[in-house]
């Protein structure tokens, strides 16, 4: 799968496809709402991105971990995220990705406000 291609990879030095093959595992980890392990590729990703000065990839990393602290109700990780993503997005002045980043923040408020909704029955 793709660990063995991160491996190969890595092994190369060529961190740009180690990136790109982590965004994938990422992904296929969030498809199966295996979030821990979404949640550890997609910040891998994001130290590589970081660490070759990708600013996009950083930005879209973060949109990204928003959306999985979301799923999993990490309400406070999801709108550190998020602003992350939308204030790197800003300096990059791609406003199509601004806007996604703020979509994804209000996603955050709405689905916090179904939370606390459903907490006291919960509780019953």
Not at 14 to 32: H, I, M, T
Not at 36 to 46: C, I, N, Q, R, V
Not at 52 to 76: H, M, P, S, T
Not at 115 to 120: D, E, G, N, T
Request: hydrophobic share 40%; charged share 30%.
């Amino acid at each position: 799968m793709y660990t063995e291609a991160i491996r190969i990879f890595d092994h190369l030095g060529a961190k740009r496809e180690v990136a790109d093959a982590g965004w994938v595992l990422g992904e296929v980890y969030r498809s199966q709402s295996k979030f821990p392990e979404a949640t550890a590729s997609y910040t891998k990703t994001m130290k590589i991105f970081s660490h070759l000065g990708a600013k996009k990839g950083v930005a879209d990393a973060n949109r990204i971990l928003g959306e999985v602290y979301c799923a999993q109700n990490k309400f406070i990780e999801a709108t550190a995220s998020y602003t992350e993503a939308k204030e790197i997005f800003a300096c990059l002045g791609d406003e199509k990705e601004v806007a996604n980043a703020v979509r994804g923040l209000e996603a955050v408020d709405c689905a916090r406000a179904e939370y606390a909704k459903s907490k006291p029955l919960q509780n019953k």
